[in-house]
């Protein structure tokens, strides 16, 4: 069969299929549904039609072209945390990328409400971050992962903090934000310059762990497991660079909804959770999450000055809107 660019025999898929759920099968029908044929990442779904054991049953798998360092990280998250990482059912590398077909996980299972789904999205975050804080030595050691020191995060705060000022001194944003916004910009660079003498134990860190990015399924025990796609970004680094882009994004899907902000009563939880399996300091805690969370400000607030002047009437209100929720934020820390 062909998909994309990709041909895979029958009979390899087969066994692939066989081995990842451990029953013995035969393909009767593929049909491949596009999702995307451009750049910079094509994406589909495989929908087949298999005889097994058990009978006549469909199976949806993704298909991704993806690179050889999301391989290796899916590959390590199906031992580390397999109920928290997709199977990797089959890969194939050509060159420089890689392609994948992933087990599906179609959507979320019902957990109730939003207060519970928050929950889960938090305590699946953690479950990943267990299992690895402090320690990846091994992971450095053995794999070539990309290691989020102190100095590079600082260097990329700084390169950002450079790049939003032009940004800003163009005449419709000055119109529009009336603040001194290089006073606010110079005051976060004093306070990023002490975060190349912090330390905290290193995680594997997924990078972009949001809503979006996460499936969830229960076990025959009835236990919430979230499972996590696209680690195409992981690296290692803090738990905190998670923690905040996670928190941003459940922040500004209740401001939407008209709810409560729950990202102080999540924190709260996850400190809690370290706390009771880790001897952390919790002063170092806080002091690196409000640093995370002003780099994560500067790149919401850099990603949509530039997407605006890319498209200048494609939603301007919305990108005011995050622009300034974050310009405040940066003032409150």
Known sequence: M????????????????????????????????KYRDDEPQRLGLLTLTLDTADGIKSLEVIVKESTKHELLITSIANKLFPYNSPKVIYHELLDSKAWLLLENIKTWVDVCDRHRVNETLLDGLYEIHRVTFDNTAALIECFDIPILTNDILYRRASSMLEEIQPLYEDKLFVEVFTEDIKTLLFAAKEKLKGMQDLAFPYVLAHSNYNPNSTRALQDSNGNYHVVVYDWVNSIVGWPQTDLVILLDRLQFAAFYQGLPDPSSILLERYLEHLLGDFNVDTGMFFRLYKLCCICNALAVIRWWMRMHYKTPSQDPERAFLEIRAKFSLLQSL
């Open 2 to 33: 062909i998909v994309f660019d990709l041909q895979v025999p029958e009979q390899v898929l087969e066994a692939a299929l066989g081995s990842a759920y451990r029953s013995k099968l035969k393909i009767l029908k593929f049909e491949f549904l």
